[in-house]
């Protein structure tokens, strides 16, 4: 199973175009971060963990020709507003996408994309299939995914894991009883909005903390804002077990 980051940013702190902070200016690739979001490949199956601003882009850099399904984490606009360009998709296998999320986010992608569920369908619109996220594990074309519940301050959202991969975007919290099903994870993404504490997402500490409890063989932190630093400088300051993501990696998950 292939891992790909397709995005390691996030809206969060003051937008690029208005900074001109040494992150922002940086002429590091690894600094370039477009929206989280991450695939999930394998010989039969390629999955997308949520769908952001930067999705077609996303998309065309990496040369995805084929995507089966989407998975949400939740329903925040960094995380949603490509969604109109799975129209691409849509054309190529000549049906409508699966989109697996919770019955809320189900009721904000209908408010959002009010045009895809209305009752006159206008010719060419994405065509999307809502799926509902049970609580339990659930397959999508022979991958088990187990849904593992986080808070993003006070609202509920998912993680997931995938075999030996688990991916957390977003949060701040991770209640005991999900983090019994993470353990024994060997390879863990999870975020880490900046190194000051936030109210709403991992600090790098928190998250260098989280992952040591969690103990996976490797660690990689996403949802990182230009608040952060650069990233030659961070990853001076980590583990060796715990890597600072970029755009455009991947990893190969071994059972």
Same mark, same amino acid.
């Given at each position: 199973?292939?891992?790909?980051?397709? +995005?390691? +940013?996030?809206? *969060?702190?003051?937008?690029?175009?208005?900074?001109?902070?040494?992150?922002?200016?940086?002429?590091?690739?690894? &600094?370039?971060?477009?929206?989280?979001?991450?695939?999930?490949?394998?010989?039969?199956?390629?999955?997308?963990?949520?769908?952001?601003? &930067?999705?077609? *882009?996303?998309?065309?850099?990496?040369?995805?020709?084929?995507?089966?399904?989407?998975?949400?984490?939740?329903?925040?606009?960094?995380?949603?507003?490509?969604?109109?360009?799975?129209?691409?998709?849509?054309?190529?296998?000549?049906?409508?996408?699966?989109?697996?999320? $919770?019955?809320?986010?189900?009721?904000?992608?209908?408010?959002?994309?009010?045009?895809?569920?209305? $009752?006159? *369908?206008?010719?060419?619109?994405?065509?999307?299939?809502?799926?509902?996220?049970? $609580?339990?594990?659930?397959?999508?074309? +022979?991958? *088990?995914?187990?849904?593992?519940?986080?808070?993003?301050?006070?609202?509920?959202?998912?993680?997931?894991?995938?075999?030996?991969?688990?991916?957390?975007?977003?949060?701040?919290?991770? !209640?005991?009883?999900?983090?019994?099903?993470?353990?024994?994870?060997?390879?863990?993404?999870?975020?880490?909005?900046?190194?000051?504490?936030?109210?709403? %997402?991992?600090?790098?500490?928190?998250?260098?903390?989280?992952?040591?409890?969690?103990? !996976?063989?490797?660690?990689?932190?996403?949802?990182?804002?230009?608040?952060? +630093?650069? %990233?030659?400088?961070?990853?001076?300051?980590?583990?060796?077990?715990?890597?600072?993501?970029?755009?455009?990696?991947?990893?190969?998950?071994?059972?």
């Amino acid at each position: 199973m292939k891992i790909t980051f397709l +995005g390691t +940013g996030t809206s *969060q702190g003051v937008p690029v175009i208005a900074c001109d902070c040494a992150t922002c200016c940086s002429s590091d690739q690894n &600094d370039k971060r477009l929206r989280t979001s991450a695939l999930i490949e394998t010989d039969e199956t390629t999955l997308l963990i949520d769908a952001g601003p &930067d999705f077609r *882009q996303q998309m065309l850099r990496e040369h995805v020709k084929k995507l089966d399904s989407i998975i949400l984490t939740h329903e925040h606009k960094d995380h949603i507003a490509g969604l109109d360009d799975v129209r691409a998709f849509n054309y190529k296998s000549q049906d409508a996408i699966d989109i697996y999320s $919770e019955t809320r986010v189900q009721g904000a992608l209908k408010r959002e994309y009010s045009y895809v569920f209305s $009752e006159f *369908q206008y010719p060419g619109i994405p065509k999307m299939r809502l799926i509902s996220i049970p $609580e339990h594990s659930f397959t999508i074309k +022979g991958i *088990q995914i187990i849904p593992i519940r986080v808070f993003h301050y006070r609202l509920p959202i998912y993680g997931f894991r995938v075999g030996n991969f688990a991916y957390i975007t977003d949060a701040n919290y991770i !209640p005991e009883e999900s983090k019994e099903k993470l353990f024994g994870v060997k390879y863990l993404v999870i975020n880490a909005l900046r190194k000051e504490k936030h109210m709403s %997402h991992f600090s790098l500490r928190e998250a260098i903390d989280t992952i040591r409890e969690i103990s !996976p063989k490797k660690a990689y932190l996403t949802h990182i804002s230009h608040q952060m +630093g650069l %990233h030659a400088e961070v990853s001076k300051e980590l583990p060796p077990e715990i890597m600072l993501a970029y755009d455009g990696l991947s990893f190969v998950c071994n059972e």
